[in-house]
């Protein structure tokens, strides 16, 4: 089937298909006719797989490692467990750091309502760094 | 004063003052005779503000507006505001998507530390992940 098959199969875009097909996660063969690529029943398995980890959280090189594992033949759920782990802990780190900025942007935002004019006299620079600077 | 004496000042490095001089966020003047950019105390003033703007969230482009509107006069205060408030409305929903990935996965891991998976190839995990999205 071509790229629009794909599409019809799968609900992602025809964009995303030839993006993952770019960057070789897809596979397609050429069809020696036209040159478009041909794509079967094994690449809407996978691209199924590719979304469905997407939507958990799994980078698209993650993905690739997955595949490529489970390519060679056997399970890939051992390296499936290592990566979720390492996600986590990425993720853990993400939030702290988001909670952070967060936390920063209320004190900044609390310290603004306490002074209504901000910038008194002259509009000052000093004046605007003071109002950040919390 | 030169780039590496505003460096000292501020503390900020050479690479990141002529990152923002090339950004048009400071303006300094060419030395005419050597070509050198030299930079004014205005201008430690802009980059304490910019570095503190960054910390907050701010993007680049915002902190060029902010400044631009300043210099012409005009209160950037509220527009300051607004900008934070929408970025902390952003940030309610990204921790939200976060979140809700990290318990997906959480789930799957349990999953997979217990062996409940019993899968040979991706179709096979597909169906579990399926499972620990829908179960979200």
Known sequence: MNVVGVVRKTGATADTVRYYARIGLLQPRRD????????????????????????????LRDIGEILQRSDLGGTPCPLVREIIRRRLDEQARELDAILILRERMRMALAKWQEMPDRLPDGKEISALIASVDT | MRVTELARQTRVSPHAIRFYARSGLLKPDKNRSNGYK?????????????????????????????????????????????????????????????????????????CLEKGDWHVADVEGLCAHFQAVVASG
Not at chain 1, 32 to 59: C, H, M, W
Not at chain 2, 45 to 74: H, K, P, V
Request: a positive charge; aromatic letters at 6%.
């Open chain 1, 32 to 59: 020696p006719r036209n040159r478009y690529k041909t794509f079967t029943e094994a690449d809407v398995t996978r691209l199924r797989f590719i979304l469905r980890a997407r939507q958990l959280g799994f980078s």
């Open chain 2, 38 to 110: 030299m930079f004014g105390q205005n201008d430690v003033q802009r980059l304490r503000f910019i570095r503190m703007a960054q910390c907050l969230g701010y993007t680049l482009s915002e902190i060029a507006e902010l400044l631009a509107r300043l210099e012409e006069g005009d209160n950037p205060c509220e527009r300051m505001e607004r900008i934070l408030r929408q970025r902390l409305e952003e940030t309610a929903g990204k921790l939200e998507s976060l979140q809700r990935t990290r318990v997906a996965m959480e789930r799957a891991l349990a």
